[in-house]
């Protein structure tokens, strides 16, 4: 019962470079979510998608890139890292349709641009 | 513009008395209420929701109570343990465009003091 997994869990950028947080998920849920979270800001919601090959933008979506390919995973592309970009991620999921679902997050990804 | 707001940063409170974390939301389209604990280095873990048609919901040592004329929800945590020292996240879900979105308030610091 893997639940969310992220990968990888700490991560050193340098400015201007690109890179791919992985995230799957083993629950068969169709709803997928990036959420970033900084001091005093809470969570945020970068992107996320309803099944595959959909996908919507969130709060914070500049300099995010996403894909939906198969209902188990849902990578976020950094396209050209920034310091600004320093957070941690979270990926969530769950069962789309209705209220009343809960979401399941990831251990999160700590990302750090220099 | 937050529609969640949890006003408290952090709060103490002696082992064995009642803890008390709130939030306000803005957004009277949202229709389930949810409650997450996160410790350091931890992805958020769900503790209990509440659906806009109840009031009271009740888990264990955990209670979560709304009032939508108020536009508040109250999570009450009797009798409180050292384990339960976390950051506490509220959120907020509602159908928008098409799809349930779910925001997040920035979160309260408990620390229970043994």
């Known amino acids: 019962n893997a639940g969310v997994t992220q990968t990888p869990k700490f991560q050193v950028l340098k400015t201007g470079q690109s890179m791919t947080l992985q995230c799957a998920q083993d629950?068969?849920?169709?709803?997928m979510s990036w959420y970033r979270q900084d001091p005093g800001m809470g969570l945020r919601l970068i992107h996320y998608?309803?099944?595959?090959?959909?996908?919507d933008q969130g709060e914070v979506p500049n300099g995010y890139n996403v894909s939906r390919s198969t209902t188990e995973d849902f990578p976020l592309r950094l396209l050209s890292a920034a310091p600004s970009q320093t957070s941690v991620y979270f990926c969530?999921?769950?069962?789309?349709?209705?209220?009343?679902?809960?979401?399941?997050f990831g251990e999160g990804s700590w990302l750090t641009v220099v | 513009d937050q529609q969640v707001k949890q006003n408290s940063p952090s709060l103490s409170v002696q082992e064995g008395r009642i803890s008390i974390l709130n939030c306000d939301y803005t957004?009277?389209?949202?229709?389930?209420f949810l409650w997450y604990k996160k410790y350091p280095a931890e992805g958020p873990t769900f503790l209990i929701s509440?659906?806009?048609?109840?009031d009271k919901n009740e888990d264990g040592r955990f209670t979560v109570f709304l009032n939508k004329s108020a536009k508040h929800l109250s999570l009450h945590i009797v009798p409180s343990q050292p384990g339960d020292s976390a950051v506490y996240f509220c959120a907020a879900s509602a159908l928008t465009s098409g799809t349930y979105k779910y925001i997040f308030g920035t979160g309260t610091r408990l620390k229970v003091l043994a």
């Open positions: 998608s309803v099944g595959a090959g959909i996908t």
């Open positions: 629950m068969n849920h169709e709803y």
């Open positions: 509440i659906s806009s048609i109840k």
């Open positions: 969530a999921s769950s069962f789309f349709g209705g209220s009343g679902n809960t979401i399941y």
């Open positions: 957004n009277s389209m949202f229709d389930y």
